[in-house]
């Protein structure tokens, strides 16, 4: 042995062993550990790891780990406790997480081995996806390793534990873990975030990061950091590390940079103010070339991928121009209607937005967060839609317009006599959907009107003006709609956007029916009976889920329909069946020709006869712009 090595008590060193530590570095032999004739240990004063006492190590070998006949171990390398390395095998720069077993003749180099993973025999493991994907140990490996160091001349350790080799045990020793990796001199960085790193720098990424305190971060402000100039890992990686120490206490996150396109790709945050663990998602960084998305959501989870409503939410955005925004609030915060910023999501490729919606939703687990669009001409707002709830559930969004209002958010109420709960008001009250898309109107300049009809007119569509709405302000405008509803308190009321611009009005929304208080939906669901609705074959009424039945239309589609035809919109139809609908895949139907409104919803009912079973949503595209102004689903299977 030469220079700086500690042996703990109950190691088992044979003649030949050869252990050696330059000047200023450190090697660690664990208590119990066993090193057989031929182990070479070389301790670099380049390279450390952090060990289970926190403490910079070239090597560190764990309690109870079995180094047999002529290993090789150049550092930085951490041996976890209770690990097998076989005959000739060879260790450098690498991690080897808790019980795992190298058979013979293996190279380790470069990677972090999660716990309880076997290497075979022969194996060349200079990747991480090698390591990640490697098997684990079964009781066969864990016998033939036990054989091995009885006949090796070395008894086996009594305290020599078999380790569980479940995610669970992983998860369990975490921050030893954690602490234990670091290749190069990396002691701070994770190993998912060291494998993000390496990702950029594989697709010739450079790499950025940022800093924020807390209140920066609440209002996306960022900081950047000295940029990193160098594309060689140990630079890297001292580079981070820096950053952290320098910022400690403080938000960090990390991003690529591609020299080609100039722009940034797939940020993470590494550090949080709070000291928390933060998860960097494992999934491959694509570049901005390739990020052509084809994204498949899995099944939806409250923290999890993306619902494939929210997917074509978010693709509706994206296809009109618009940036994508996100925010956050608590239970308490979200009953008074004050919601947070979340980070600012700079990019416009949909591979990109999805991961950072992502993170978003895991970092605000347990909150309501909601989703809008930015126009960044108008500088205003487009369509918010809530797309997770502290209970899980999935909040159903349409996938129709970008004028959809987020789902249930808070009940407008200017007195306590109105309605409490979410979505409804009472009696004389905007329901709090209704209300969010009269405040969306008028943060768009927008002015309100309002219209009623009775049992009647409501079928034969023929609607009287309420009393006009003169005033912008947000108290002045419902306490009108309150006061029209009050005196048409029998009779169908609904409420518009006035563009006074363009002088056209925004797609009406029915906000009170006989007898009954309605809450607004993008694609109608009758909270009543609907009144006789069009129909060519005498069938009656609109489904229950407000989908078309064959042989008839619901009157809420029939007014899209005859609003659309009147306005000068081309209209056609998509269609797919449930396993393209989750994955956002639709499918072109016919177009619905015609001039008058009777042809086109005879063509609109013919076709949703050649889907039965299917989902079939209506397309409404303003020919001048050759953008589309409406989508909504009219049929559901």
Known sequence: MHGQVMVNPGAMLAAGVTVQADPGATVRLGSACVLQEGTTIYGRTQGRVLGDDRTAYAVWVGDRAFLTYKVLVQSPVYIGPDCFIGFRSTLYNARLGAGCIVMMHALVQDVAVPPGKLVPSGAVITQQHQADSLPDISPADRAL???????????????????????????????????????????????????????????????????????????????????????????????????????????????????????????VTIQRADGKGVAVSGGSVAKASNTNSSYRPASAVSSGPLSAEVVNQVRQYLSQGYRIGAEHADTRRYKSNVWQTCMPIEASREGEVFAALERCLAEHNGEYVRLFGIDPKAKRRVAPVTIQRPDGSSPAISPGSLSSPSVNPPNYSTSPSFGSSPGYGGPGSVAGDAAQQVRQWLSQGYHIGAEHADIRRYSSNVWQTCAPITSNREGDVMAALQTCMAEHPNEYVRVFGIDPRAKRRMTPITIQRPGSQVSYQHSPTPAAPAPTSFNRSSSNGSSSNGSAPMGGLSQDVVQQVQQLVNQGCRLSLEHADARRYRSGAWQTGGSLGGSRVSDVLSALESQLRQHPGEYVRLIGTDPKVKKRVLESTIQRP
């Open 145 to 267: 390793a036990n054989e091995l160091s009885e006949t090796s001349g070395f008894a086996t350790p009594a305290n020599w534990r078999e380790p569980t080799s479940s995610a669970s045990s992983y998860r369990a020793a975490d921050s030893n873990e954690r602490d234990g990796f670091g290749t190069m001199t990396s002691q701070l960085l994770p190993p998912d975030v060291v494998q993000r790193a390496r990702q950029y720098l594989a697709q010739g990424l450079t790499i950025g990061t940022e800093h924020a305190d807390s209140r920066r971060y609440r209002s996306g402000v960022w900081q950047t950091c000295s940029p990193i100039q160098s594309p060689r890992e140990s630079e890297v990686f001292a580079a981070l590390e820096a950053c952290l120490r320098e910022h400690s206490g403080e938000y960090v996150r990390m991003f690529g940079i591609d020299p080609g396109a100039k722009q940034r790709i797939a940020p």
